[in-house]
């Protein structure tokens, strides 16, 4: 009897001690002087409260509860981190100095450098850019803006739950990044703000991005040179500039883009869908095995793009043809409405002619009649599409 009173009491004991308090060490970030009361500037409280957390060994957690903490600019830096398995927890809201040109200069205002095992959990991160936004319209000397949040060079990324409002320039980087995964993640700044690309992916590989919302008034997702191995699912996009591989071919020798997959996705009131954008210049980069399925367009300017032939004004593009290779693109069902007669528009290099494009069953219209598909230098695989143009079946 007693025995069995003793057990359930330690049992009780257990799940409360669990469930309650963390079972891994935490560090609150008001213990290292953190303070939401809207005037302090607390970024080195956070790096201290990762200094703690990166000084163990085992799983540890950073907490910060609910309030809104002014930061300036904040290194997390891995290359003196013993820890690689922390979690940020995150009630609260992190917010840019009111005066844009605190962070605006650097190029990112959070930094996660050479980090491995990083999880985010929660949070708002608010960039408050509107007010640099508003600088660059007005055609004045402006700061170029910082990026809300980067992972460089770093491993085993997970963020689960994180919003990020008004970021100056894009949202987040991941650059040099191997396996980093997002989910339920909130991004949104309006239509017409300069530059706030929701999510870029540079040099990385193995990230996924699911179950998320981005709307804003740059690409939702773009990925750039040496990006491999990306899922993308189940992301709404709008307002905002699309899905973008791209633009890529600016330099000769250039690493290519490669197994990118984009699924069930919606695109609503967008300047494009998917975009594929390279420069009309020489360059040994391509882009490889790429899988767009169950897609649904509303409104989309652009619902399906390949443009390479980009050249503002017509400058720097000396031989006016991109020698970035385009091969194994496929379409899959993909349905809805575009804003524009054309429905798709697949623009490849005149001396790199597209391979290996599959359409599938692409259901678009416009004013309720098919928006009309059109192809140049793409030599391609047609299953289910209508209004065909310009476009040769595979001999
Ligand atoms: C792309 O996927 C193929 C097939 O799964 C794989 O062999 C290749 O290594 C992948 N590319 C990269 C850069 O990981």
Redesign the pocket.
């Known amino acids: 009897m007693a025995i069995s009173r003793i057990f359930l009491i330690l049992t009780l004991f257990y799940y409360f001690s669990t469930s309650i308090l963390a079972a891994n060490p935490t560090y609150h970030v008001l213990s290292y002087g953190a303070k939401a009361d809207g005037k302090s500037d607390c970024a080195k409280a956070f790096e201290a409260a990762w200094g703690a957390a990166c000084a163990i060994t085992s799983p540890a957690t950073i907490y910060v509860p609910q309030g809104r903490y002014i930061l300036g600019n904040a290194y997390f830096e891995g290359n003196e981190c013993k820890n690689n398995a922390i979690t940020i927890q995150i009630d609260g809201t992190l917010t840019a100095p009111f005066d844009y040109n605190v962070i605006g200069n650097s190029n990112h205002w959070l930094t996660f450098k050479k980090v491995t095992g990083v999880s985010i959990r929660g949070g708002t991160l608010d960039g408050l850019g509107a007010n640099l936004w508003a600088c660059k319209d007005s055609g004045k000397t402006c700061p170029e803006g910082a990026t809300s949040m980067a992972f460089l060079n770093s491993n085993k990324i997970s963020i689960n739950g994180l919003t990020s409002i008004n970021s100056q320039k894009f949202h987040m980087i991941f650059d040099g990044c191997n396996d980093a995964k997002l989910q339920n993640i909130k991004i949104s700044a309006p239509n017409e703000s300069p530059n706030t690309d929701g999510i870029h992916i540079a040099r990385s590989?193995l990230v996924s991005i699911t179950n998320s919302r981005i709307a804003t008034g740059d690409d939702c997702i773009s990925m750039s040179p040496g990006t491999?191995?990306v899922f993308i699912q189940n992301v709404a996009c709008g307002p905002g500039h699309g899905i973008s591989i791209g633009s890529l071919g600016w330099v000769l020798n250039e690493a290519g883009v490669?197994?990118v997959t984009v699924k069930s996705c919606v695109f609503s009131g967008t300047q494009n869908g998917v975009r594929i954008k390279t420069w009309a210049r020489p360059s040994n980069g391509f882009v490889n095995?790429i899988y767009y399925e169950d897609l649904t367009m509303v409104n989309a300017k652009n619902p399906i793009v390949i443009d390479q032939n980009y050249c503002p004004n017509n400058q720097n593009c000396p031989k006016q043809s991109s020698g970035v290779k385009i091969s194994g693109v496929t379409y899959k069902n993909i349905l809805g409405t575009s804003a524009t007669e054309l429905g798709v528009n697949l623009e490849c290099s005149k001396t790199e002619p597209c391979t290996g494009i599959t359409l599938d069953n692409i259901v678009l219209k416009h004013k309720n009649e098919a928006a009309n598909v059109v192809c140049e230098n793409a030599v391609q695989n047609m299953n289910g599409v209508v209004n065909r143009l310009k476009c040769q079946p595979k001999k």
């Open positions: 590989s491999s191995n490669e197994n095995n």
